[in-house]
Nanobody
C-alpha cells in the first residue's frame, strides 16, 4: 500500500524559511511526478508546485514563484519544498501528492488529479 508521509512543517515568523519533505513508500514504482498542495482554514485546496521527477521540469503557483523551490530525488521517491520569505498568507496545511503510473499533471495546470496523497503537515507563519 502506497503511503506518502510529509515532514518539516512548523511555526515560523514572517520572512523565515522552512523545508518540507515527503517520502513515498510501499511501492517499487518510482513516482513520475510529485506535487505540493495547501489548504488554509475556510479556503479551497490549491496547488503550490509540481515536478516531473525524471526530467526535473517544475511549475509553481504565481503566489509562491520566486520564494518556493520544489525538488525531487526520484531514486528515493522523495520530494522537497524549500520555502523562503514566508508570509502569513502561506499559513496552511501542506499536502504531498504523487503519481506512479503515468502522470496526471500536464506541466501547466497545478490542479491535477494526483492518485496518491499524504496526510499533511501544518505550516504557520506569524507576522
Amino acid at each position: 500500500q502506497v503511503q506518502l508521509v510529509e515532514s518539516g512543517g512548523g511555526s515560523v515568523q514572517a520572512g523565515g524559511s522552512l523545508r518540507l519533505s515527503c517520502v513515498a513508500s510501499g511501492t517499487t514504482w518510482r513516482a513520475n511526478c510529485m506535487a505540493w498542495f495547501r489548504q488554509a482554514p475556510g479556503k479551497e485546496r490549491e496547488g503550490v508546485a509540481a515536478i516531473y521527477t525524471g526530467g526535473g521540469s517544475s511549475g509553481y503557483a504565481n503566489s509562491v514563484k520566486g520564494r518556493f523551490t520544489i525538488s525531487a530525488d526520484r531514486t528515493k521517491n522523495t520530494v522537497f519544498l524549500q520555502m523562503s520569505s514566508l508570509k502569513p498568507e502561506d499559513t496552511a496545511t501542506y499536502y504531498c501528492a504523487a503519481d506512479f503510473e503515468g502522470c496526471s499533471w500536464n506541466g501547466v495546470t497545478l490542479e491535477a488529479p494526483f492518485g496518491y496523497w499524504g496526510q499533511g503537515t501544518q505550516v504557520t507563519v506569524s507576522s
